[in-house]
């Protein structure tokens, strides 16, 4: 079991940063991935930012490149997301996700795919004025 755990949310004017976190305890697994969603009310969740181990690579919203950046801390399991020049849409709920496998040297991303274990964090408000 993984427990995703999220913060650094808050209310921030428009234009403004910030930086949001993801730690994630308990189990590790062969091949994982960490990321981002988003969640506005009455709407569905969405994609943002993906993290792969295995290669290092990073994956983005096409809407959200340039503003949006997703850092990883790998000895601490720490997934970050800078969120730079935020408008008043980017106003949502984040979730950080966790997915894996037990096969090893899979390339796991977290924004497609099917997994045996998905863990998600209980989220984190970001609200940007207008």
């Known amino acids: 079991q993984v427990q995703p755990i999220e913060s650094g949310g808050g209310l921030v004017p428009a234009g403004g940063s910030l930086r949001l976190s993801c730690a994630a305890t308990?189990?590790?697994?062969?091949?994982?991935?960490m990321g981002w969603f988003r969640q506005a009310p009455d709407q569905a969740r969405e994609f943002v930012a993906g993290?792969?181990?295995?290669?290092?690579?990073?994956y983005y919203a096409d809407s959200l490149k340039g503003r949006f950046t997703i850092s990883r801390d790998y000895a601490k399991n720490i997934v970050d997301l800078q969120m730079n020049n935020l408008k008043p849409e980017d106003t949502a709920k984040y979730f950080c996700?966790?997915?894996?496998?037990?096969?090893?040297?899979?390339?796991?991303?977290?924004?497609?795919?099917?997994?045996?274990?998905?863990?998600w964090g209980q989220g984190a408000q970001v609200t940007v004025d207008s």
């Open positions: 993290f792969n181990w295995k290669d290092n690579r990073t």
């Open positions: 308990g189990r590790t697994f062969r091949s994982y991935a």
């Open positions: 996700r966790v997915v894996g496998s037990d096969v090893p040297h899979l390339e796991i991303r977290i924004d497609k795919g099917i997994y045996e274990y998905d863990f």
